[in-house]
């Protein structure tokens, strides 16, 4: 082989490794931004501090709850079955409000802070593309709440030693953590892409957060009043329900339990020829007293629908990325406003002038 061809393929061999591995502008420039981020996060007391505060309360409602059960004597097999479904439902709940309350909190002063800091010049500059930009300033944002969640789980473990939970409902709850935190913590980076403030872009986090979570259940329950009030047996769309984490959560404990559930409560009619109605302990349908002739219909269990909601907080964090990514992309920017064309010229007056 001559000279001149083997400093050409080693040469394309190495841009070619280059190129797969060690483009800074892809993995490389996700994985900087996230430790250095992660790195700047966790020094100092108050992460730790607040970890431990965290621990603390839930040890103490767990421990005050075996506190209620020690006048009891020696508990049944159902009753520790309750217990334990007890335990799992409350902590559950809990990590559910912790990451709608601070998934906004730790990813709407992301990319604002790098502003007001006057180093978002700097690292705009560097060969990171925008999307690597945004998704290591939200994992960083997000893996400080992830330690925060998942310490939690010796916690609801702790459900185990009474019976009634399967290890794969636990996996089903953190399943909707995960996918509720991406889609909330997607929504506060790109309020910070898009504002220049922290204070302004952690508030609009809040505010567009609480009207997805809360907003479109208080209309849905709005809407099924007025249905209600007007003697109609349907029920407004379901879809409205799945926005909100707390009921996908309360689904997945319906499912661990075998109970009917809120959600497909909401999806059943009113009442009508077939009357939807819970089920007691015995399997048998509650009599609501509503008279005779009335053929009960059973509420199915949980299960069918915080599947459909995790799929949309996956769709809401994919579609907030790409917007907080061309929110500071300085080429790809979405022009709100179609630029305004010069009027063309007109042969006559380009002659004369």
Same mark, same amino acid.
């Given at each position: 082989?001559?000279?001149? *061809?083997?400093? %050409?393929?080693?040469?394309?061999?190495?841009?070619?490794?280059?190129?797969?591995?060690?483009?800074?502008?892809?993995?490389?420039?996700?994985?900087?931004?996230?430790?250095?981020?992660?790195?700047?996060?966790?020094?100092?007391?108050?992460?730790?501090?607040?970890?431990?505060?965290?621990?603390?309360?839930?040890?103490?409602?767990?421990?005050?709850?075996?506190?209620?059960?020690?006048?009891?004597?020696?508990?049944?097999?159902?009753?520790?079955?309750?217990? *334990?479904?007890?335990?799992?439902?409350?902590?559950?709940?809990?990590?559910?409000?912790?990451? !709608?309350?601070?998934?906004?909190?730790?990813?709407?002063?992301?990319?604002?802070?790098?502003?007001?800091?006057?180093?978002?010049?700097?690292?705009?500059?560097?060969?990171?593309?925008?999307?690597?930009?945004?998704?290591?300033?939200?994992?960083?944002?997000?893996?400080?709440?992830?330690?925060?969640?998942?310490?939690?789980?010796?916690?609801?473990?702790?459900?185990?030693?009474?019976?009634?939970?399967?290890?794969?409902?636990?996996? %089903?709850?953190?399943?909707?953590?995960?996918?509720?935190?991406?889609?909330?913590?997607?929504?506060?980076?790109?309020?910070?892409?898009?504002?220049? %403030?922290?204070?302004?872009?952690?508030?609009?986090?809040?505010?567009?957060?609480?009207?997805?979570?809360?907003?479109?259940?208080?209309?849905?329950?709005?809407?099924?009043?007025?249905?209600?009030?007007? *003697?109609?047996?349907?029920?407004?769309?379901?879809?409205? /329900?799945?926005?909100?984490?707390?009921?996908?959560?309360?689904?997945?404990?319906?499912?661990?339990?075998?109970?009917?559930?809120?959600?497909?409560?909401?999806?059943?009619?009113?009442?009508?020829?077939?009357?939807?109605?819970?089920?007691?302990?015995?399997?048998?349908?509650?009599? /609501?007293?509503?008279?005779?002739?009335?053929?009960?219909?059973?509420?199915?269990? *949980?299960?069918?629908?915080?599947?459909?909601?995790? /799929?949309?907080?996956?769709?809401?964090?994919?579609?907030?990325?790409?917007?907080?990514?061309?929110? !500071?992309?300085?080429?790809?920017?979405?022009?709100?406003?179609?630029?305004?064309?010069?009027?063309?010229?007109?042969?006559?007056?380009?002659?004369?002038?």
């Amino acid at each position: 082989m001559s000279e001149a *061809g083997q400093p %050409r393929e080693v040469t394309a061999a190495a841009v070619a490794a280059t190129d797969a591995t060690l483009d800074p502008g892809r993995t490389g420039g996700i994985t900087a931004i996230w430790i250095r981020e992660l790195r700047g996060r966790m020094r100092g007391k108050r992460a730790f501090l607040f970890l431990t505060f965290y621990l603390s309360l839930l040890g103490g409602i767990l421990w005050l709850t075996l506190r209620t059960t020690e006048g009891m004597g020696g508990l049944t097999a159902t009753q520790a079955m309750g217990l *334990g479904r007890g335990i799992f439902g409350g902590v559950l709940l809990i990590e559910t409000l912790v990451v !709608i309350a601070l998934a906004p909190a730790y990813t709407a002063g992301a990319i604002t802070s790098e502003r007001e800091k006057q180093t978002y010049d700097l690292l705009a500059v560097t060969p990171i593309s925008s999307l690597s930009l945004v998704l290591g300033k939200l994992l960083s944002g997000l893996s400080y709440l992830a330690l925060i969640v998942f310490a939690s789980f010796p916690i609801a473990c702790f459900a185990f030693l009474f019976g009634g939970i399967d290890p794969i409902d636990i996996v %089903r709850g953190y399943i909707v953590l995960v996918a509720a935190g991406l889609a909330i913590g997607s929504i506060g980076i790109w309020c910070s892409a898009a504002m220049s %403030r922290t204070q302004t872009a952690t508030i609009a986090a809040l505010i567009v957060t609480a009207a997805l979570v809360v907003g479109a259940s208080a209309m849905w329950l709005g809407l099924d009043s007025r249905l209600a009030e007007a *003697g109609r047996a349907e029920r407004p769309p379901q879809a409205l /329900l799945l926005l909100n984490p707390f009921i996908a959560e309360l689904d997945v404990i319906c499912q661990a339990t075998g109970e009917a559930c809120v959600a497909q409560q909401a999806a059943m009619p009113r009442f009508g020829p077939a009357q939807a109605v819970p089920i007691d302990s015995t399997g048998r349908p509650v009599d /609501l007293g509503q008279g005779q002739g009335i053929v009960f219909q059973e509420i199915p269990a *949980g299960g069918d629908f915080w599947p459909v909601a995790v /799929l949309l907080y996956l769709a809401i964090a994919a579609f907030a990325i790409f917007g907080a990514s061309q929110s !500071i992309s300085p080429t790809r920017r979405w022009r709100w406003h179609p630029r305004r064309r010069a009027a063309p010229v007109e042969p006559e007056a380009a002659t004369h002038g």
